[in-house]
């Protein structure tokens, strides 16, 4: 797959991971005569510095295993994630690797389970730079301020307690905390997702505002198809560990191609009770991970399902035009 030619900060090349349904989440071979859950696999994309990309998906499809694996968090089983020129995964210098784990942070989706309730708020976003060994107290305090004031809170919040923070304001300390390193790259995995509507919107629109200030690039996971088209710049979709369609977002909004894709935006509620919409709801449930499908793994939902859907499984190929991918044999390459 040619992907978009801008300069990537991320490249994410032909990436596998697989555990093993009884020995835990350790790294093991790849042998035909043992069962394997495929949480990823095979899995291509690159984000130019300073965009947006989204992987979206229902629960389940490797989304979030994706993003474990890019922070390192988990060694991949093959393929190969390079930041800014190094591979995440290789035998880097201890000085390289730590400029790798400080240019790329994490804001994750439960803000009150990701904030360690016995730290007050200051020391928390004060963690990171200790970590690195980074300023003075002294200085370090002046930058969580500077941080706290950033994501629309107060010098007051700085000796308060997690608890005593409401949802959104847990998650904008969790943003502070990610962007006290300047990091290149922050992984954004359902950021708003356990948040009351009324305060998603705010968080959004401060993560647009503070990408702009920071100069960041954003990965952002989620399953909200209307949060990814207005925080996304590309978008790939994601079935059973695999991107079916991958494409700039305004344009798989506008002309989505895989039937799956076309289920998930069919899903998305309208907010107008006279405009009502033909959905094609799918059938079936989504197969196991260790226990695949043969050819194409969306055949055993898919409206549009074909003979050779179950003998062959397609690769994810231009379509359109040279920015438009798609894993379907309805679009033959």
Do not use: W
Not at 59 to 79: A, M, N, W
Not at 176 to 182: E, F, K, V
Not at 212 to 236: I, Q
């Amino acid at each position: 797959m040619q992907v978009m030619q801008e300069t990537s900060l991320l490249k994410v090349s032909n990436l596998r991971k697989y555990f093993s349904p009884g020995g835990g989440i350790g790294d093991y071979l790849i042998r035909s005569q043992r069962k394997f859950i495929r949480a990823v696999d095979d899995v291509s994309f690159e984000i130019p510095e300073g965009s947006t990309f989204g992987l979206v998906g229902e629960s389940g499809c490797g989304k979030t295993t994706t993003s474990k694996v890019i922070l390192g968090l988990y060694k991949p089983t093959s393929g190969s994630v390079v930041f800014d020129g190094n591979n995440v995964h290789a035998k880097l210098a201890g000085s390289v690797k730590r400029q790798i784990h400080h240019d790329i942070q994490a804001v994750f989706q439960d803000p009150a389970g990701s904030l360690d309730p016995r730290m007050r708020i200051g020391n928390i976003i004060e963690e990171p730079m200790v970590i690195h060994g980074i300023e003075s107290p002294e200085a370090r305090k002046n930058v969580a301020n500077d941080m706290l004031e950033a994501v629309g809170l107060t010098h007051e919040h700085f000796y308060r307690y997690p608890h005593e923070l409401s949802g959104g304001q847990q998650q904008r300390v969790a943003i502070a905390r990610a962007l006290t390193l300047r990091p290149k790259l922050v992984i954004l995995d359902e950021p708003v997702s356990a948040l009351d509507m009324s305060v998603r919107a705010q968080v959004l629109n401060l993560l647009k505002d503070l990408q702009a200030e920071f100069k960041l690039t954003y990965l952002f996971v989620a399953h909200d198809l209307s949060v990814v088209r207005y925080m996304c710049d590309s978008v790939g979709v994601m079935y059973l560990g695999k991107i079916v369609e991958y494409s700039k977002t305004q344009e798989l909004f506008d002309n989505p191609l895989h039937p799956y894709t076309k289920a998930l935006l069919d899903a998305v509620p309208i907010p107008d009770p006279i405009n009502l919409r033909l959905r094609t709801p799918l059938s079936g449930n989504i197969p196991s991970s260790v226990n695949l499908p043969s050819g194409c793994r969306f055949r055993t939902r898919c409206p549009k399902v074909m003979e050779v859907c179950s003998k062959i499984e397609p690769g994810l190929e231009a379509s359109v035009n040279g920015d438009h991918f798609v894993a379907c044999h309805l679009y033959p390459s």
